[in-house]
């Protein structure tokens, strides 16, 4: 059994002799590979492009795109959900330091200051880059110590944006 959670609504999904199921209904989509991480999904008779952006397996993340638009689904196996069932989360052993800006850019949105704790997956900031917004996340537990940036600043690739 998988939990996959996509703008806050979670989907359980499992296997069964004849297929897929998602929250106990059969998975009645068509995907087709059409080779280097694109695919064509056809569901309820319309068809959709998806592209596979990036899959992120410390984070447990995949990045897709479809017809244009950006979904990050956090995916949890049945080790995963044990564990959070024991009380022993998996997210909770791996700390965080520093986050670094992973390109150059400018800050266009905080959204943590000191003092504040984050989990997995949390937005902090939001960096500008070649026209484009990210959204930079928490790769781990912690409690912001610092944040060393404000909304507006330029900054550098791998420059420490907040400490942890």
């Known amino acids: 059994m998988y939990k996959a959670q996509l703008n806050g609504k979670t989907f359980d999904i499992e296997t069964e002799s004849g297929g897929w199921l998602m929250?106990?209904?059969p998975f009645d989509w068509d995907i087709t590979p059409l080779g280097n991480g694109h695919f064509h999904i056809l569901y309820q008779h319309k068809g959709y492009q998806a592209e596979?952006?990036?899959i992120d397996r410390q984070a447990k993340t995949v990045e897709l795109k479809i017809n244009t638009v950006k979904y990050t689904v956090q995916l949890r196996d049945k080790f995963d959900l044990l564990l959070e069932k024991m009380g022993m989360n998996a997210s909770a052993a791996s700390k965080v330091n520093a986050i670094k800006a992973p390109m150059p850019g400018l800050i266009v949105d905080l959204r943590v200051k000191a003092g504040d704790a984050v989990k997995i997956g949390d937005a902090l900031l939001v960096l500008e880059a070649m026209k484009?917004?990210?959204i930079i996340k928490a790769p781990g537990e912690g409690t912001v110590k610092h944040?060393?940036?404000?909304?507006?600043?330029t900054v550098e690739k791998s420059q420490v944006l907040i400490e942890f």
């Open 132 to 134: 484009m917004e990210n």
């Open 23 to 25: 929250n106990g209904a």
């Open 52 to 54: 596979l952006v990036n």
């Open 147 to 153: 944040v060393k940036v404000k909304k507006g600043d």
